[in-house]
């Protein structure tokens, strides 16, 4: 293929055009400008309908590079292909969108997110096109969201309850209160018109209206749907409308593994999924809906020291699954400030006894993580590494069951104490850096995850 003249003339061509595209979105131009401008390149209409064959095969072939776990590396030949890719998927997209292919022309415009390098510029610029697309999807009729059973918190034993702050608002934290400290936050939400009547969270109803016909990456589980135990898959793509049909809601049966279906979309390692058959989890949410923004509230963040609240909604992860989804327990890296948009999800948060419940003493963290100096002394840190322990070649994350330990198996864990907290719509949760947590959805749940680092170690007040 790469020596076919019509190839190399797209290749060419695409560098150049993809440079333009780019410099149109961030001088502010609109849908109509990028579309004139397409067609005023090589690959243009009507010339695009005679290359239709060679572009699709184009994005075939990229697609299927773009999706190994090795491309993740980076590199200049990736880089090349990312900005190709790009562009003809955008290209694809607007003769798609001229055809009134609704949700084809969606999904190329999510393909160039997912898989190019589009950038946030010229993902504002072709909000207007997905929305034309949502508008133009005929709805199937299944969009009620079905009542499921409950599943009861039946295992937490002797785990105490996380300390409740009414408003965060209004929270009295203590002078030069230790920022190490979780917090169970049952206000602070009120700015998020997300979460209103209208808002794109106000119920899995409005989800799906806003959101259902994006294609998002969905980890797969170790079940037979993902492919995932018998080919080694670690994601699947498809419309968010699907996954909520099949693996949220169940109101309609798998469908078959497509051959096509991708390796990997993103770098994340699929361990959240393990549980259950799929899980939109750790999704960067914004980058490829940043029309979302606008709805979300930023003053919770900067109640608990945010520096940059904006770039850090910009890099929001969003979490979307069944009842039952479990997030083993680990901790991150960085400060974590988790928001239940939708449904009801358990927390438990772990602290060795060893060491201090609200500790200085958490893990350092690593300086290819953003990690400066500080953390605990190695002495505590191997006394909380052996209470949890912790996944070979994953330090921060944990082989015990936090619900229900086998203190057989685990013995140390047994010095563990651990805090339970039960997130509602509307509440938060604050995570300091170093803190042990797992989760599970006591319902179909979606959440999202503000991760960043502080510079100020104080609340404001």
């Not at 999510?110 to 072709?126: N, V």
């Not at 806003?210 to 079940?223: A, D, K, Q, Y």
């Not at 191997?382 to 069951?401: E, F, H, I, L, Q």
């Amino acid at each position: 293929m790469q020596n076919d003249p019509t190839y190399r003339a797209m290749v060419a061509a695409g560098c150049a055009a993809t440079a333009h595209l780019r410099q149109l979105a961030s001088d502010g131009a609109d849908l109509d400008a990028l579309q004139e401008a397409a067609h005023q390149h090589s690959l243009q209409r009507p010339t695009l309908d005679q290359h239709a064959a060679a572009l699709d095969s184009l994005l075939q072939q990229g697609f299927a590079l773009l999706t190994q776990p090795s491309s993740h590396a980076g590199g200049r030949a990736i880089a090349a292909w990312r900005a190709v890719f790009t562009l003809a998927a955008v290209l694809r997209a607007v003769a798609l969108h001229d055809s009134q292919c609704w949700a084809l022309a969606a999904r190329h415009v999510d393909l160039a997110l997912l898989l190019g390098d589009a950038g946030p510029q010229l993902a504002s610029a072709l909000a207007p096109l997905l929305a034309q697309a949502a508008a133009g999807v005929r709805c199937d009729g299944s969009s009620g969201v079905r009542r499921s059973p409950r599943l009861a918190a039946l295992s937490l034993g002797a785990a105490a309850a996380l300390p409740r702050v009414p408003k965060a608002q209004a929270a009295e934290l203590e002078a030069g209160a230790p920022p190490q400290a979780s917090l169970h936050l049952l206000g602070g939400m009120g700015d998020w018109r997300a979460l209103r009547e209208g808002g794109w969270a106000a119920s899995l109803l409005a989800v799906r209206q806003r959101l259902g016909h994006r294609t998002v990456p969905v980890e797969v589980g170790m079940g037979r749907w993902g492919g995932r135990a018998r080919e080694g898959r670690q994601q699947r793509l498809m419309r968010l409308d699907d996954f909520l049909d099949e693996q949220v809601l169940r109101t309609r049966r798998p469908s078959p593994l497509e051959e096509a279906s991708p390796l990997a979309v993103t770098p994340t390692v699929p361990v959240t999924a393990a549980r259950c058959e799929g899980y939109v989890a750790q999704h960067l949410l914004f980058r490829q809906a940043p029309d979302l923004l606008g709805e979300i509230g930023l003053e919770l963040l900067r109640r608990v020291g945010d520096p940059d609240p904006a770039r850090t909604a910009q890099g929001a992860r969003a979490w979307l699954g069944p009842e039952g989804t479990v997030t083993p327990l680990h901790f991150d890296w960085h400060d974590n400030v988790l928001c239940q948009l939708l449904g009801e999800k358990l927390v438990l948060l772990c602290f060795p006894r060893a060491v201090p419940a609200v500790p200085r003493a958490v893990p350092a963290v690593p300086p290819e993580e953003g990690g400066g100096e500080g953390g605990c002394c190695a002495a505590c840190a191997s006394v909380c590494m052996k209470c949890m322990y912790p996944c070979d070649g994953v330090p921060n994350a944990s082989r015990v069951d936090a619900e229900a330990p086998d203190l057989s198996a685990f013995p140390r864990f047994a010095g563990v104490e651990r805090r339970a907290c039960l997130l509602r719509p509307g509440e938060a949760l604050f995570v300091p850096r170093g803190v042990w947590h797992y989760a599970r959805s006591l319902s179909p749940s979606l959440s999202v995850s503000f991760w960043f680092s502080r510079t100020e170690q104080k609340f404001e007040r």
